[in-house]
């Protein structure tokens, strides 16, 4: 069974710092996603990875995938106050079946303090 | 253009009634799952449906749930005989095909007396 771990799960930053979330799973995917969720709102797509050694940077977010390691990387330069949100991971639970359902990790909440 | 449309955004109702929750995804989008959010579970895949395959129900927590697609668009989640364990947020996502992006509507609140 696919488990998706995240750490850590809260985060408080100060604006200007750096920082990285980790997210690891358990079995062997080559597609993992994350999302950014802001209090009572919905899902946004941050990022797809899709093959080992995927890197792609958004503004002060910049992500990785290492699928030999079965770890990616959510890495934030410079916090900014408007990065305030719960950062989470997913992996496709069944990849190269008929479904790709997204297992999550349990989230990061992200604060930063001004 | 329209994102995925989800209704009502709120529910509230009594233990043992049962819901009906609408999922309208974007157009043209093949692939559409229903998610639940919850303090305890996080979030958690509940069913899958594909064109005119058959869906995937394997995360459906109880056979109080169930869900259909009609006409390969809109679907609609049942929730038999609630329970206070049902009260979460219910996400709908849609994707253009079975391995793209998913994109997700703003959820429905239920919670149950």
Known sequence: ELKVEQNPLFLSMQEGKNYTIYCNYSTTSDRLYWYRQDPGKSLESLFVLLSNGAVKQEGRLMASLDTKARLSTLHITAAVHDLSATYFCAVEGNYGGATNKLIFGTGTLLAVQP | ?113
């Open chain 2, 1 to 113: 253009g329209a994102g995925v449309s989800q209704s009502p955004s709120n529910k509230v109702t009594e233990k043992g009634k049962d819901v009906e929750l609408r999922c309208d995804p974007i157009s043209g989008h093949t692939a559409l799952y229903w998610y639940r959010q919850s303090l305890g579970q996080g979030l958690e895949f509940l069913i899958y449906f594909q064109g005119n395959s058959a869906p995937d129900k394997s995360g459906l927590p109880s056979d109080r749930f169930s869900a259909e697609r009609t006409g390969g668009s809109v679907s609609t989640l049942t929730i038999q005989r609630t329970q206070q364990e049902d009260s979460a947020v219910y996400l709908c996502a849609s994707s253009l095909y079975r391995a793209q992006p998913q994109h997700f509507g703003d959820g429905t609140r239920l919670s149950i007396l």
